[in-house]
């Protein structure tokens, strides 16, 4: 759960964290299998970001809904969650930066209601291309501009010199986590070591927001109620992937 400074930090800044999930040692054997059964041996060097497994990944979908991470979460939203995205981020070794961007963006939720929890398997350093934050940079919503050829995203948020100022770099040992709002101006930076920077990010609302599948894995997207109930009736549900994951 949050204290009460947690709760007036995430309000003023956007963002709380890091917090540890699980032990270094498990986080980086769980990295491994991530890597080679969700990213896939053939997609390793590519880097690439992978959307919404939990779906089909039981892996996935239980680092998605550690119980305690949950805890978190329901503190800022509510009882009911359901999970409606997450992202696997495998940056290889010189994999590109991304541009600073506000997610919501790139979203189909009405109301624009999201946390997001990024998840290191790996460690998370400044010279592997850990996210950095804008503190308070929730609080607006900024103009989009072109971003440069070769980027992730094609359209970046207009920024400031005070953004570079003022960036917090949320470094994580493995089995750390930070929290964030949907509107946290952040970006990533270029991998510049020898090593891959692994990460699974869960992207968590109430069932009181609807999500617009059609714009999602071409129709075939649904929502993972993962704690409490869904009294709305907004969404198209599904139930938690099968198997069973050790974790």
């Not at 997609?43 to 996935?60: E, F, K």
């Not at 989009?144 to 207009?158: I, R």
Request: aromatic share 6%.
């Amino acid at each position: 759960m949050l204290d009460d400074e947690e709760h007036r930090r995430y309000q003023d800044q956007g963002f709380l964290g890091p917090y540890r999930a699980m032990g270094a040692d498990e986080a980086q054997q769980l990295a491994a299998t991530v890597s080679h059964d969700v990213v896939g041996p053939d997609q390793l060097a590519v880097g690439p970001r992978v959307h919404c497994r939990h779906l089909d990944s039981r892996l996935v979908f239980e680092l998605c809904t550690i119980p305690s991470v949950l805890d978190r979460v329901a503190a800022l939203l509510g009882p009911d969650l359901v999970l409606w995205r997450s992202n696997v981020w495998h940056k290889a070794p010189g994999a590109a930066a991304v541009a600073w961007h506000q997610d919501f963006n790139h979203w189909p939720l009405e109301p624009m209601v999201n946390v997001s929890v990024w998840l290191a398997l790996t460690e998370a350093t400044v010279k592997n291309g850990c996210v950095h934050v804008v503190p308070g940079s929730h609080h607006e919503v900024r103009s989009l501009e072109v971003a440069g050829q070769g980027d992730p995203f094609q359209e970046s948020v207009v920024t400031g010199p005070s953004d570079e100022a003022e960036a917090v770099p949320m470094v994580l040992e493995p089995g750390e986590y930070f929290i964030f709002s949907e509107k946290l101006v952040h970006r990533s930076g270029i991998n510049t070591s020898a090593a891959p920077r692994t990460g699974v990010v869960s992207r968590l609302t109430t069932p009181a927001v609807r999500v617009n599948h059609d714009e999602l894995l071409n129709g075939r997207h649904r929502n993972i109620v993962v704690r409490g109930e869904d009294h709305h009736g907004l969404n198209r549900l599904t139930s938690p992937p099968p198997n069973v994951a050790s974790l």
